[in-house]
């Protein structure tokens, strides 16, 4: 496993000063000793690797060499999620970021549950970020997830820079396999819209909302899924067609 750490200004500076917890994970948790070597990350495609510097209590990474990675996306997926338990948010977000999802939009809908979660997912932000940071570190993601501001659905059905838009839906007509198969080559290199919905489901009036702007109704099987597993099983399957 790659001995990895995040650096936000990465291409500015040579020598960054550990904080105590990054100083914690490295000589505790990974048992890196001085002139150890560690990979650093920016989250937006620029690498180094640095060695692992130690004088006393100081520690420090000092920069070696780097180097500018290509973007990973064969598709640029983007999922809608609904405000769901932070939780459960929370897990969805982090093996989203595992499964190269490019980009995560929180909203509510009509169903969405009213117990303060819009405020909850808005106050937690800060937190979502440094999850993915720290999913990154581990799986070795070099550009990280996007997450957008919470919007609400009619906001999120005006989003109209995607090749593709689909809305996931138990009624659907279209199977999300048959859409694959068939859309495969087609969807290399384009941008996807995916809206998952709340435990609730979708209004009618909201599924014709969406095909009025052109969202293609599609069904995953014939179980109703929670939010975060479905969020998580279109992930999975988009990956195995397009990453393995």
Not at 3 to 27: A, I, Q
Not at 67 to 77: A, N
Not at 126 to 154: A, P, T
Request: glycine share 6%.
């Amino acid at each position: 496993m790659k001995k990895r750490l995040f650096v936000s200004d990465l291409v500015k500076r040579k020598k960054f000063p550990l904080k105590d917890d990054e100083k914690k994970y490295l000589l505790k948790v990974l048992r890196l000793e001085d002139g150890d070597g560690v990979e650093l990350f920016d989250g937006s495609g620029n690498i180094a690797l640095s060695k692992l510097r130690i004088r006393g209590n100081v520690a420090w990474v000092e920069v070696v060499e780097r180097e500018r990675v290509p973007s990973p996306f064969k598709i640029h997926l983007t999922i809608g999620l609904s405000a769901i338990r932070v939780q459960n948010f929370e897990w969805a977000l982090i093996k989203c970021n595992e499964l190269m999802v490019e980009t995560i939009i929180p909203f509510f809908s009509k169903y969405t549950i009213s117990t303060g979660r819009e405020k909850r997912i808005i106050d937690k932000i800060d937190r979502f970020k440094k999850l993915v940071i720290e999913s990154s570190r581990q799986c070795g993601r070099n550009y990280l997830l996007y997450i957008k501001n919470l919007r609400g659905f009619s906001e999120l059905l005006s989003e109209d820079d995607y090749d593709f838009k689909i809305l996931l839906d138990v009624g659907g007509k279209k199977g999300f396999y048959s859409f694959l198969n068939n859309k495969r080559e087609e969807l290399f290199g384009k941008k996807i819209l995916f809206l998952i919905g709340p435990e609730g489901g979708w209004s009618m009036d909201e599924i014709e909302k969406a095909k009025e702007k052109n969202f293609l109704h599609i069904k995953f099987g014939n179980s109703i899924l929670k939010s975060e597993t479905a969020a998580v099983a279109v992930a999975s399957s988009f990956y195995l067609f397009f990453y393995s």
